[in-house]
Structures are given as C-alpha cells and as structure tokens.
T-cell receptor
Framework: KNEVEQSPQNLTAQEGEFITINCSYS?????LHWLQQHPGGGIVSLFM???GKKKHGRLIATINIQEKHSSLHITASHPRDSAVYIC??????????FGQGTRLTINP | DTEVTQTPKHLVMGMTNKKSLKCEQH?????MYWYKQKAKKPPELMFV???????INESVPSRFSPECPNSSLLNLHLHALQPEDSALYLC??????????????FGPGTRLTVT
C-alpha cells in the first residue's frame, strides 16, 4: 500500500462542474503539498498546508490532520484546468512522498 | 524572481556520450533537488543538496553524477546511460531543508532520450 493514496486516478468532467480530488496518507507529515502538472510540462506548486484550509482563486485545499486526509477542490472548472494533480507529503528533512496523481480532463 | 530554469529543454544522447543537465535558481534557496519522472508516473527523488553539500542520494547509479558548484547552480552529469534512463529530469529548489516543510519550486524539466 502506498503511503500517499489519491482518488480518483482519472476524472473527466464538463466545464463549470465542481471538482474534488482526494488524498489520504498513512505517515506523519510536516506539510502536505498539492502540485499541478500539464502534459509534457514542469510542475507547479498550488498549495502547501499543514492545517485548515487555503484558497487561491478557484482552487481550495483542505486538510484534516486527525483523519490524515486532504482534498483539492476546483470551482467553476475550465478546460485549462486539465492537468495531472499530485498530492505529496513532506516528511522530516524535506523529502517529498508523492501520490500517483489524478488525471483531470475538463471538456468544453 | 520565483523561477527555476533548466537547460537544455530536450536532449538526445547515445549510450557512450557524456552530457550535463543544468539547473539555476536566484531565489536564495539553499536546498536543491534532482528528480526523474517516467511517463504517467510521479517524480522519483534522485539527489538533494543542502547548502551545496550532498544531503540525500537515493541509491542512484553512478552513471548519474550531481554537482552543486554554488548556491544557485545544480548540474547533473550523465555518462554511459542506458535507454531506460530516458525520462523527464526535473530540478527543484526550496528555502531550506530543516524543520518545517518548505514549498518546492520546480523547473520545466529536461526531456532526455537515450538511444
């Protein structure tokens, strides 16, 4: 069993829909990261959080430390949101443990 | 400037070649990373440098040789690679390694093909 599990692995939705991607982890962490990667591209850090909730534009990330669970929400989804979203956790001296990623496709 | 740059963007090399990948950041970050990413897989950590010293080597074969000549630059020297080493090589940096987790800033990657 992976230390970081994401669901779903693949998600296809229509433009405008509310999107939720989930991440569960089984190890102690110092922080949880949500990353975005467009096809063939580099990785962009969306959020780093250790408690509560963060919001940036149409993106919202939440974390529940007790339940070892985080969610990434996208409101009013748009085709440009199509990408792979990766959950990763920091353990100790900054080594990131990655989930397998969620491939999101938003159709117009 | 919150950018990590990597050169070259693409590299094709034969198994007997020697080449180098370069990564640069000017954010004053003191931790720098090399990752390898195969298609449809998450990145795999290769090396971490902290304050220009090698901090983590994830049992990477010696045909990959990292170098951190100063706090802004990170190189990955490649020699006698195998076709299975073909992948996207990502560089990242973060403020520091100690204590609380810091956000990592990733470069666009170098897509390496070994023929």
């Amino acid at each position: 069993k992976n230390e970081v599990e994401q669901s779903p692995q693949n998600l296809t939705a229509q433009e405008g829909e509310f999107i939720t991607i989930n991440c569960s982890y089984s190890v102690g962490i110092s922080a949880l990261h949500w990353l975005q990667q467009h096809p063939g591209g580099g990785i962009v850090s969306l959020f780093m959080l250790s408690s509560g909730k963060k919001k940036h534009g149409r993106l919202i990330a939440t974390i529940n430390i007790q339940e070892k669970h985080s969610s990434l929400h996208i409101t009013a989804s748009h085709p440009r949101d199509s990408a792979v979203y990766i959950c990763a956790v920091s353990q100790g001296a900054q080594k990131l443990v990655f989930g397998q990623g969620t491939r999101l496709t938003i159709n117009p | 400037d919150t950018e990590v740059t990597q050169t070259p963007k693409h590299l094709v090399m034969g198994m007997t070649n020697k080449k180098s990948l370069k990564c640069e950041q000017h954010m004053g970050h003191r931790a720098m990373y090399w990752y390898k990413q195969k298609a449809k897989k998450p990145p795999e950590l290769m090396f971490v440098y902290s304050y220009e010293k090698l901090s983590i080597n994830e049992s990477v074969p010696s045909r990959f040789s990292p170098e951190c000549p100063n706090s802004s630059l990170l190189n990955l020297h490649l020699h006698a690679l195998q076709p299975e080493d073909s992948a996207l090589y990502l560089c990242a940096s973060s403020q520091d390694l100690r204590g609380y987790g810091y956000e990592q800033y990733f470069g666009p990657g170098t897509r390496l093909t070994v023929t």
